[in-house]
């Protein structure tokens, strides 16, 4: 099941992060966010940078994915009244 449909328990995770199934990770990320609009729009942005094992080291880079940089934008809203439940969310990367 990808993480996106779900909370992520480590705080390094940012949504279309792929570093999963490697091994000696390092993962550095910082995030902020802000909120308005008595809750119901929600906006963030993130910035992640991931060094993954060299891309000849098999046994924990089974993809041959280099080391990668990453930054995100999020944003919802979260409509009332007649619309009640439904969230429109917005990824950009």
């Not at 094992?53 to 990668?68: F, M, Q, T």
């Amino acid at each position: 099941m990808p993480r996106e449909w779900g909370k992520e328990p480590f705080y390094t995770f940012l949504p279309r992060e792929r570093n999963e199934g490697l091994g000696n990770v390092h993962a550095f990320m910082a995030k902020t966010s802000l909120t308005a609009f008595k809750g119901k729009f929600k906006t963030g942005l993130g910035y992640g940078y991931y060094q993954l094992p060299d891309v000849k080291e098999y046994r924990l880079n089974k993809y041959g994915l280099p080391s990668y940089h990453q930054i995100n934008y999020d944003g919802s809203y979260t409509f009332d009244n007649f619309l009640r439940g439904l969230e429109l969310k917005v990824i950009g990367l």
